[in-house]
């Protein structure tokens, strides 16, 4: 089937490779677009990877005090 939307679709499921699940995508001009799971890329924290690290790693100093 080919990807082609009604114009009033805005989003629909598809598989993302990055996600490597079925997620929302939007759907722009009757073709689809990027994928809306990923797009911000924050864990279920909402934080980013960047995020997440720095605060592992403040976890890690806080579990290992006598390390520094
Ligand atoms: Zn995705």
Do not use: D
């Not at 677009?33 to 924050?42: T, Y």
């Amino acid at each position: 089937m080919p990807e082609h939307y009604q114009r009033w679709v805005t989003e629909t499921l598809s598989y993302c490779n990055s996600c490597r699940r079925i997620t929302r995508h939007a759907v722009s001009g009757g073709r689809l677009a990027h994928c809306l799971e990923h797009g911000p890329k924050v864990n279920a924290q909402g934080e980013s990877k960047a995020q997440a690290k720095r605060r592992e790693a403040r976890e890690k100093a806080k579990q290992n005090p006598t390390l520094f």
